[in-house]
């Protein structure tokens, strides 16, 4: 049993340093939060920048209230530093520290407790709505626990359908996925019972999706026939017979955070769509619509954090090309140069980035002389590189004995002919012979 008088439902959102997520309930007043369980917190989190007594959430008068405790580098309510404040639904708690954890304060003002109802199951005989609402804040409380799992992806995101299907009462439910470039793709179907479904075999109600994508807004219709508009008449509709249609668009969590007044909205915010009807009319109380936001914000939490990871494991992959590209180009370099009786050569070259356009090569064309160029190629990067590569292997034929006009000229026309590349470059060759005679050609590069 919970310490002290009974406290409505109230949950904390904790967000891990990592982006990890977990919902922990509110079961007493004071609720302590700090480092250590030890210490008597109900809430420990293991950092070790956190004070041992933190910050307290006290219940009194209606009301919840966050007190900072000692911790050293402050309580912070929605950026701003606190001693004492109360709190609202959605109020997000921090502690001085960037790279540590957040709290999310979630209170449903009108949704009864899980221990009211819980209550009630034990002590009544009818009670088939309250126990349809406990059913449903199970499904949300599965759902979420299901983001901390390690099941793979598809597995995540059917069973979120299937909550989704199950809470509205729906037929069939869809979620689709942002791609690039065009439309959102249908990933995954389910219908009613768990049953998986073909996702092309599900005809989608365009005039439903389109504006819930166009418009980043939840598109809800409990009975098509009591609608006057293109809905109703809609093709899709009338053929497949459909009473009631639900189309919520899956956002990023910036933009969730952000709010229509402070944040424009971009495309790359829209992670996906989930989409479900029926061909019942439907009803769906106040309590129904926030579990099926909360379920949608789940999966659109998958989406997010897969796409996350997809772009970091690209970054990686990028990065190791980047490197083995590196080598490869400082490979081609001369190093050892070997000494003449008439000069002396040296050269290094580091390029601001990964791999870059400045070239140059030293070439033994015979016994009395010898060939360098130096070259660049406008811009950075590895197109640059690729380009700089390519004169490299073409220069490299002169110690075949071809004419370094003759091969001047061939490069020349070959880049001006592919000025798709939208590369150029400059560069200076010299001969120089065991009697100090320099023959040289310029092709733009200053000193």
């Known amino acids: 049993m919970p310490d002290g008088p009974l406290i409505p439902e109230v949950l904390l959102e904790v967000i891990q340093p990592d982006g990890g997520r977990q919902l922990v ?82 209170r449903g003002p009108t949704a009864p407790s899980v221990d009211s109802l819980l209550q009630r199951l034990a002590g009544a005989g009818e009670l088939e709505p309250e126990a349809s609402s406990l059913r449903k804040l199970s499904l949300l409380l599965e ?22 299907i199950e809470v509205t009462g729906a037929d069939r439910g869809v979620l689709l996925q942002a791609e690039a470039k065009g439309e959102p793709r249908a990933v995954l179907a ?16 365009r005039t439903a999706v389109t504006p819930a994508l166009e418009k980043h807004k939840s598109v809800v219709v409990e009975d098509v026939e009591a609608l006057a508009g293109p809905l109703r008449e809609a093709k899709s509709v009338v053929e497949q017979e459909l009473r009631s249609v639900v189309a919520i668009p899956l956002l990023s969590l910036q933009q969730r955070r952000g709010g229509d007044l402070t944040y424009i909205p971009s495309p790359e ?20 619509r926030k579990v099926l936001d909360a379920l949608a914000t789940e999966a659109a939490d998958v989406l997010d954090n897969a796409r996350l990871v997809l772009k970091e494991m690209e970054r990686k992959r990028m990065e190791q090309e980047l490197t083995i590209a590196r080598e490869i180009q400082q490979a081609l370099l001369p190093k050892d140069f070997k000494q003449q009786p008439h000069f002396q050569v040296t050269g290094v070259n580091r390029s601001c980035l990964a791999v870059g356009g400045d070239y140059f090569d030293l070439m033994e064309l ?11 190629v406008c811009g950075k990067g590895l197109g640059a590189a690729l380009v700089t590569a390519m004169l490299q292997g073409t220069f ?44 040289y050609l310029n092709a733009g590069h200053l000193p």
């Open 396 to 439: 490299s034929a002169m110690t075949l004995g071809q004419e370094p006009a003759g091969v001047f000229a061939h490069v020349n026309r070959f880049i001006c002919t592919h000025s798709e590349v939208q590369r150029y470059a400059t560069l200076f060759f010299g001969i120089l012979g065991r009697d100090g005679g320099l023959t």
């Open 269 to 288: 915010d829209l992670l996906g769509l989930l989409y479900l009807d029926s061909r019942r009319p439907l009803a769906f109380s106040q309590l129904d």
């Open 143 to 164: 759902a979420t626990a299901l983001l901390q799992s390690q099941l793979p992806l598809e597995d995540i995101l059917a069973k979120v359908v299937d909550h989704a």
């Open 190 to 205: 389910r219908q009613r019972g768990g049953k998986p479904l073909a996702p092309a075999s599900v005809r989608l109600t």
């Open 25 to 106: 309930k509110v079961t007493r007043s004071p609720f302590r939060i700090g480092r250590g369980q030890e210490a008597g917190n109900d809430l420990p989190l293991p950092d070790k920048r956190i004070s041992r007594q933190c910050a307290s959430l006290l219940y009194a008068d209606g009301g919840f209230r966050l007190e900072d405790c000692g911790q050293r580098h402050g309580v912070f309510v929605n950026g701003e530093k606190i001693e004492a404040r109360p709190l609202q639904d959605g109020d997000t708690i921090s502690f001085g520290l960037a790279d540590s954890y957040t709290l999310v304060f979630h």
């Open 366 to 376: 015979d016994e009395g002389r010898t060939a360098f160029v130096i070259a660049d």
